[in-house]
């Protein structure tokens, strides 16, 4: 019974981090907006942009990585 409660949270989860280092960096890309905004008092317009292009650089990563390892017959780490 336990296994089976193992695999069902392993699978739950799963579903929300499918890859570790994309959501770490995303973590810490929002932590690092927040002190901008917060604490050096950057424009919001500049953040927001910097956000985003940076946001779309951490996707673009992980999905290189993704098809790096498909190509090379590995299965991406969940």
Same mark, same amino acid.
């Given at each position: 019974?336990m296994?089976?409660?193992?695999?069902?949270? *392993?699978?739950?989860?799963?579903?929300?981090?499918?890859?570790?280092?994309?959501? =770490? $960096?995303?973590? /810490? +890309? &929002?932590? %690092?907006?927040?002190?901008?905004? *917060?604490?050096a008092?950057?424009?919001?317009l500049?953040?927001?942009?910097l956000? =985003? $292009?940076t946001? /779309? +650089? &951490?996707? %673009?990563e992980?999905?290189?990585?993704?098809?790096?390892?498909?190509?090379?017959?590995?299965?991406?780490?969940?």
């Open positions: 019974m296994n089976i409660l193992n695999i069902a949270l *392993k699978e739950f989860f799963g579903m929300f981090i499918d890859d570790g280092a994309l959501a =770490l $960096l995303t973590l /810490l +890309l &929002i932590a %690092a907006v927040a002190v901008l905004v *917060k604490f008092h950057v424009d919001a500049l953040v927001a942009v956000f =985003l $292009l946001c /779309l +650089l &951490i996707l %673009a992980s999905l290189a990585r993704a098809a790096r390892q498909r190509f090379q017959g590995k299965q991406p780490r969940a």
